[in-house]
């Protein structure tokens, strides 16, 4: 069984609270920074609601271990690779910010390690595969995480 991101999201979300509540370590943080991560975690959502109602218009692949169909460049794509993967970040952070201990920061951690050295490189390789000097182009405009080059 090949574990989705929005699964390893709920997972590390649970664990966190979890971790972040029974063993809180540096915390509780300022009010003002717990209330910052609820508008970070609802600008998060957004972002991979929008993304994924994008994918689902121009009928493209979102599923991680499936076949990508086409390649998307433009929108939040022109800077970031790997938008999707920046929103559950964001609300991993959230989350971390309103539970207001360190923590609570497992969940962000564990997910930025499982997409940079597990998802990320995966999927990758099936567009390389896919679409070739395509990406190769956009890779080399479009920064992993964040940024043009």
Known sequence: MKLLPPHLVLILIIASVAVGLTIPVLGPLPLGLRVAGGALGAASIWLNVGNAQ?????????????????????GAFRFSRNPMYLGFLGLM?????????????????GFWVAGQFWYVPFEEGRMLERFGADYVAYQSETRRWIGRR
């Open 54 to 74: 994008r994918f689902a218009k121009i009928g493209t692949n979102i599923e991680t271990f499936r076949d990508p169909g086409v390649l998307v460049t433009d």
């Open 93 to 109: 952070t959230a989350v971390a910010l309103m539970v207001g201990t360190l923590t609570a920061w497992i969940g962000v951690v």
